[in-house]
């Protein structure tokens, strides 16, 4: 009987190279896995900051209003006589973007001068409690329904509970798209108190 020999030559092994390159490649695909679904979830994290720090409007130094397009300046007639616009701007609440929505309203007055034309604005919230006043153009006056309070065309209190007069908001022309534009700065205040504090 014949007697089996090792053979001199090594036995085939498997591919290390193979092997080692499957190896590597499930590492880099399972990091890829990995990775996306933690930087998808940071981007919606960082989104209402990123979004925050965008303004459509434009900027008034370190005031907490923000200025809202009214309308283009012939919107408003040169007649001394308040006229209430609402004002809209885009709501960012967390991941949710509203575009144009109703932020408020305001009274605006235009008289042109030798200078240009000059516009004052005021806050349409009674600073008593926050109702919603009105302005009647046969006493020239603002009056608030709820608790009676009336305010003269510049503002001032005329009578009432309202401990001060009505807010006055910053108006700025500009040159936009060809023509010229109203921006006001819109801000809401602290009602029942004297002085005119800035709620954020």
């Known amino acids: 009987m014949k007697q089996i020999v090792d053979s001199p030559l ?57 200025y809202v397009r009214v309308g283009p300046l012939d919107v408003l007639p040169p ?25 408020g309203t305001a009274f605006l007055t235009r008289t042109d001068t030798a200078d240009g034309p000059k516009i004052t604005a005021f806050s349409s919230v009674c600073p008593h409690l926050g109702c919603a006043v009105d302005y009647l153009p046969a006493a020239s006056e603002f009056a ?28 700025e022309i500009l040159d936009r798209n060809g023509g010229q534009e109203i921006w006001v700065a819109f801000q809401r205040f602290r009602m029942g108190v004297a002085e005119r504090a800035p709620v954020a």
């Open 144 to 171: 608030c329904p709820c608790h009676d309070a009336f305010f003269a065309k510049d503002g001032a209190v005329l009578s009432g509970p309202s401990p001060r007069g009505l807010d006055p908001l910053p108006v």
């Open 10 to 66: 090594a036995q085939p092994q498997p591919n290390e190279r193979r092997t080692f390159l499957m190896s590597v490649a499930a590492i880099v695909i399972g990091g890829i896995v990995a990775v996306f679904p933690f930087a998808a979830g940071l981007g919606v994290l960082l989104d209402p900051l990123r979004r925050r720090s965008k303004s459509a409007g434009i900027a008034d130094g370190d005031d907490a209003a923000k």
């Open 79 to 103: 007649d001394g006589i308040p006229h209430q616009f609402v004002l809209r701007d885009d709501v960012v609440d967390a991941w949710t973007h509203l575009p144009a929505q109703r932020v």
